[in-house]
């Protein structure tokens, strides 16, 4: 049930692919919360993608832009704050590609051309998308930029291979950036660090299912869904967080905290 935490607010979700996708459902949220959005992913996600039919369901604005180009993210700004009619007030940086992953190279054997473009995609899209959104003075007093990530940042979890050196990269462009959006703008930077969750993306990582059932095991509360980082998403873009900054927060049902769960071993 709607709270209409986002009422009056505008934003822009970066990265519904199809219904799985975790951006897809924050923006079914930040809409059922009020909020007036503009959805965009790269061009080949809207041939290819589902993304016009939430744009229709949602009656928001579908934007093509590759976020590793800093020319097709500084027409997106211009668009969206057309379509808007003012500044932005959240935006969601949900995007992760590898091809090395998808290619299953060992993390010893990765290919360095495409380790670049993994980094590029995974990781500095979100620095391009902040500096060109500061630059353009694009965001309101007191928004909420939110990036997703995954706690192979900070643990061993080897078949992530080189994703979890982009998630590291990305955090760290939160708490970098999240200093100079705050002082020169009262905008906050987060990162989410959300449990594994079946999606397009999710899935590409070798062994997932396995993974999946193992990480909900360790959860005292089981593993969240899209849907519940949906709901994690709209409370930082609302009103209600205006003071959380340069923070990863976890959004894992507890798996962050364990060290071994007992039924972990039962059933193994
Ligand atoms: P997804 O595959 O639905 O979303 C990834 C998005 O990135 C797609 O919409 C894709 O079109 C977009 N993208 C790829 N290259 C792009 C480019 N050059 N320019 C613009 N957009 C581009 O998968 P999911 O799982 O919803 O991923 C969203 C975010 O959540 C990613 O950052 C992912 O790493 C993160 N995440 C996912 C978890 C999972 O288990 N699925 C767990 C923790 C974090």
Redesign the pocket.
């Known amino acids: 049930m709607a709270n209409q935490l986002l009422a009056g607010k505008k934003g822009l979700i ?5 219904e ?5 459902k924050v923006a079914e949220k930040a809409h059922e919360e009020g909020a007036e959005i503009v959805l ?3 061009p ?2 809207l041939r290819m ?1 589902k993304i016009q039919e939430l744009g229709k369901q949602l009656g928001a604005e579908v934007i093509a ?4 180009s800093n020319e097709d993210l500084a027409s997106l700004f211009d668009t969206s704050l057309q379509i808007l009619g003012g500044k932005i007030d959240f935006i969601l ?5 590898s091809i090395n992953v998808r290619k299953k190279k060992s993390y010893t054997g990765l290919n360095h051309e495409w380790m670049h473009k993994t980094l590029d ?2 990781a500095m ?1 979100f620095h391009r998308v902040m500096q060109i959104a500061l630059q353009k003075d694009a965001v309101a007093d007191w928004g909420s930029i939110v ?4 706690i192979a940042a900070q643990r061993v979890f080897p078949d992530y291979s080189e ?1 979890a050196d982009a ?1 590291a990269l990305l955090e760290s462009f939160a708490r970098s950036f999240g200093y100079h959006f705050g002082t020169e703008k009262k905008v906050r930077v987060n990162t989410i ?10 899935s590409g ?1 070798k062994g997932f299912d396995e993974f999946l059932s193992y990480a909900d095991k360790m959860s005292p509360l089981g593993n969240a869904d ?1 849907s519940q980082c949906a709901d994690f998403c709209v409370v930082m873009f609302s009103d209600l967080t205006r003071m959380v900054t340069m923070q990863n927060l976890y959004h894992d049902g507890g798996f962050s905290m364990m060290g071994i769960n007992p039924s972990v071993l039962i059933d193994s």
């Open positions: 970066f990265g519904a692919l199809d799985q996708s975790i951006a897809w965009t992913n790269a080949v996600a993608g832009a590759d976020a590793t940086h949900s995007i992760g590609m995609i995974s899209s990036a997703l990530t995954y994703m998630k660090s959300q449990s594994p969750t079946v999606t397009t993306a999710g990582v899209a």
